[in-house]
Structure formats: structure tokens, C-alpha cells
């Protein structure tokens, strides 16, 4: 399987610096081969971005979507009109959702199981905050994590992503240790039904890719504010690894 390298835009790049980004994107990648790279701009950002990546190798994903497909849900986006412009993954559960949006585990459950029935591959994020990993709880999070939002689709789990993002790691500058995220990956692989992607998340730059992605837990990793810049997030795409 290939890597996959993810950019995670969070509400940054308006409309016009979006497709700026990806065309300068496309041009410092355009020698790379065996990657999976996707952006993930906002929603108001992906038609236009969506025109630019038109039959190129990186592939387009949406931050966030309902569980419903239609309706009376102001202010919320249909996963269909997400399908109908292109994007083929979507994130879920991340963790500035989760936290400052507050949402539960069960409204992630719903939107999963959305996503499988109309086709979008869902970057289901989980992770510990500080508090949590200091008080020796971070194993027993994430499989309430695990249980609560996989509820009833647990065998196809398959297909999705798994994104490990530990939340004192998103944005901190603060990153898990290659040694110690590979942990929880093999922790997160013991708890699933079936082989799974997980990609590590938090604080994922030039400087410390090349440590992660030499991990054999890693199969990928979500960046967030490293990927606003073409150059670092195509330094992170590039990625050396002795794997
Ligand atoms: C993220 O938004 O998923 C993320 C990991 O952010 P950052 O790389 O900025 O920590």
C-alpha cells in the first residue's frame, strides 16, 4: 500500500490562496510517484480546488459532513454534495471537532456509517488529550473512541483510515515520538476486526517526518498546519524513509 499523506487545511486559504496552493503543490510534486496525497480544504474552497486537481495524482477530501444526506440542517453539508464535487475522503472526529464543537462519540457513529453507505472513505480521528495521557488513560480513550464510533461497522473498518491524533500534539509543535506512536497504532491494529490504514497526526513537519514514517506502524501521516506551505507539505510528501 502506499503512503498517504494528507493536508488538513482547517478553516485557512480562502478560495482564491486554495487553488493558488494546490497548482504550486502540484508543480514541486509533480515527479513524486508512489504516494496517496489528498488536501483537504474547506468546504467553500472545493470547487474551485476541485477544477485544478481534475485527473491528477492528489485526491480531495472534505473536513467535515452530516449524517444526514438532506434536510432541514442549517448550516450543515450533505456528504453527496461533498461525492458530487469530487472529494473522496472526508474527516471525521477531529479532534477540534470533538473538543471545541463538542461532538459525541455517537454523532461520529452516525456520520461513519453515512459515509460507508455513499461511498466516501472516512479519516476517523482519535487521540488523547494531555490530561488524559497523564493520568495513564490514553489506551482506555481511544478504544471508547474505537467502540463508539465504530459501533455496528466494526467489520469494515476496512474501509477507512484511522487517524491517530493525540490532541497535546495538534498544533503544539509538541510530537508523539516515532517509538510511542507506533504504540498506539499497534494498540489501535489490536482492537480492530480487520487490517487497517492509521495515519499519525500532530505536528507533522519537515524535520520530523522522515523519524515517523520509519515506522512500520505508520502508514501515513495527517498535517495540519505544515501543509498551508506548498514547499514544506511537498518536503513531507517527499519523505525518506529506509523502510
Ligand atoms: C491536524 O489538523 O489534523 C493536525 C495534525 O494539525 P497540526 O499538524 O498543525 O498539528
Not at 502506499?2 to 504550486?24: D, F, Q, Y
Not at 476517523?124 to 490514553?138: K, L
Not at 466494526?154 to 497535546?168: D, F, L, Q, S, T
Amino acid at each position: 500500500m502506499e503512503p498517504i499523506i494528507a493536508g488538513n487545511w482547517k478553516m485557512n486559504m480562502g478560495p482564491g490562496e486554495s487553488r493558488e496552493l494546490v497548482i504550486k503543490l502540484l508543480q514541486l510534486v509533480s515527479d513524486v510517484q508512489n504516494r496517496e496525497i489528498i488536501v483537504i480544504p474547506p468546504f467553500t474552497s472545493l470547487p474551485g480546488v476541485a477544477e485544478v486537481l481534475c485527473n491528477t495524482k492528489i485526491k480531495l477530501g472534505a473536513q467535515n459532513m452530516h449524517w444526514e444526506r438532506g434536510g432541514a440542517y442549517t448550516g450543515e453539508i450533505s456528504g453527496l454534495f461533498l461525492k458530487s464535487l469530487g472529494c473522496e475522503y472526508v474527516i471525521i472526529g477531529h479532534s477540534e471537532r470533538r473538543h471545541i464543537m463538542l461532538e459525541p462519540d455517537e454523532w461520529l457513529n452516525r456520520k461513519l456509517k453515512t459515509a460507508l453507505d455513499i461511498g466516501l472513505i472516512s479519516i476517523f480521528c482519535v487521540g488523547e488529550t494531555a490530561q488524559e495521557r497523564e493520568q495513564g488513560m490514553t489506551q482506555q480513550v481511544i478504544e471508547r473512541q474505537l467502540n463508539q464510533g465504530l459501533r455496528g461497522i466494526e467489520n469494515e473498518v476496512h474501509k477507512m483510515i484511522i487517524a491517530y491524533e493525540p490532541v497535546w500534539a495538534i498544533g503544539s509543535g509538541k510530537t508523539a515520538t516515532p517509538k510511542s506512536a507506533a504504540e498506539v497504532h499497534k494498540f489501535i491494529r489490536s482492537k480492530l476486526k480487520k487490517p487497517v490504514t492509521i495515519l499519525y497526526g500532530g505536528s507533522v513537519k519537515p524535520e520530523n517526518v522522515d523519524a515517523l514514517m520509519q515506522e512500520e506502524e505508520i502508514d501515513g501521516v495527517l498535517v495540519g498546519g505544515a501543509s498551508l506551505k506548498p514547499e514544506s507539505f511537498a518536503r513531507i510528501i517527499k519523505f525518506e524513509s529506509k523502510r
